[in-house]
């Protein structure tokens, strides 16, 4: 578990959603989640595309990708580091805090991208929690 505190507040957000559907009767939104095995609330599919340089304004994100493709990096550019994004391949990273940005040229890729929405935690009440956070450090 990268981050403890959003991942309890992950499975406390999925046991919530559960109590609200039963409360109004939702029995099929019941059955999905019941079928849900993620903490993350959210899944983004991404086909052959090209992202500028960003930041998410979410929490953790777990980006895997998979197709046929020529050679793609990953760029994480605030912390100099750039990643083989072969497909296969599985990157979790504080997209708050790290500016990123890859490119598809050539190829089919598909991306999947696992993160949780703030909208959805304060939907059913769930206690807010610390994101990632830096300080400054003199080495």
């Not at 999905?32 to 959210?42: E, I, K, P």
């Not at 895997?64 to 793609?72: A, L, R, S």
Request: proline share 4%; hydrophobic share 35%.
């Amino acid at each position: 578990v990268m981050h403890p505190d959003l991942y309890w507040a992950g499975m406390e957000t999925q046991v919530r959603l559960g109590q609200w559907a039963t409360r109004y009767e939702l029995d099929e939104m019941q059955h999905h989640l019941q079928c849900w095995t993620s903490v993350f609330n959210v899944v983004s599919v991404i086909c052959n595309h090209w992202t500028p340089p960003h930041r998410d304004p979410k929490s953790f994100d777990i980006m895997t990708t998979t197709g046929i493709y020529q050679p793609v990096v990953m760029d994480f550019m605030n912390l100099g580091i750039k990643f083989l994004y072969d497909s296969g391949s599985m990157l979790a990273s504080s997209c708050r805090l790290v500016r990123h940005y890859m490119n598809v040229e050539e190829g089919n890729q598909i991306v999947t991208a696992w993160y949780m929405r703030d909208s959805i935690h304060n939907f059913v009440g769930t206690p807010n929690t610390e994101y990632a956070k830096y300080d400054r450090v003199n080495i």
